[in-house]
Every structure is written in C-alpha cells, then in structure tokens.
Nanobody, 123 residues
Framework: VQLQASGGGLVQTGGSLRLSCAAS????????MGWFRQAPGKAREFVGV?????????YYPDSVKGRFTISRDNAKNMVYLQMNSLKPEDTAVYYC????????????????WGQGTLVTVSS
C-alpha cells in the first residue's frame, strides 16, 4: 500500500492543524493506521493509531492525548490527524503508516510508511 501525507505547515502556539493521509494500492480496511513524528535530532515518536474500521478504536501516548485525534474514512481511503492546542514541541516531520497488525504500529514497526509532512509550531 502507498501512503501520501499532506497538510503540514506553519501554525502559532495554541493553533490547530489537520493532516491527511491518502492510501492507495491496497485494501485500506485491512490496515490499522498510525501517525508518527520525528523532530530534528530526535528519534521517531509514536503519535497515535486507529484500528481498521471507520470510527475504530484509537490509542494515543500521553504527550498528545486530549489534543490530537485520529479518524479514518474507509470509503475514501483516508486517515486524518486533527491536532489542537499545538505547542512548539510538536514541531516535527509527521508520517503516516499502515500495518495489518495494530501492535506493530504501536511499537513503531509498521509495514508501510508514507513520506513526511512538516509541521512547525511557532512560539
């Protein structure tokens, strides 16, 4: 499956941004979908995951819980990351990813990665 992330940009502290990830080349509903980020000089970080179904279960790390929301639309082969109350420490390149096994996303070992989209939060 091929993944294409978009929607990054420059936003002020406290602002919001929505990232999108378009999937192609596979049966989208077979895959759990996740988001990750990587700041300069830092390791890639898990941001959240959603299970296979539209409106599926989600899981987030404490660093983004309550601020970030993942959703998906299986009819459109899309997954989204709504980011609210953004902080400068959220600045990073954000990646979407897919795997048939949700746990593989949580442990930062998905089968498929998209290219990144840069999010910059100014203070």
């Amino acid at each position: 499956v091929q993944l294409q992330a978009s929607g990054g940009g420059l936003v002020q502290t406290g602002g919001s941004l929505r990232l999108s990830c378009a999937a192609s080349g596979g049966t989208f509903s077979r895959y759990a979908m996740g988001w990750f980020r990587q700041a300069p000089g830092k390791a890639r970080e898990f941001v959240g995951v959603i299970s296979r179904n539209t409106g599926g279960s989600t899981y987030y790390p404490d660093s983004v819980k309550g601020r970030f929301t993942i959703s998906r639309d299986n009819a459109k082969n899309m997954v989204y990351l709504q980011m609210n109350s953004l902080k400068p420490e959220d600045t990073a390149v954000y990646y979407c990813a897919a795997d048939e096994v949700l746990h593989n996303i949580v442990i930062i070992s998905p089968s498929y990665w998209g290219q990144g989209t840069l999010v910059t939060v100014s203070s």
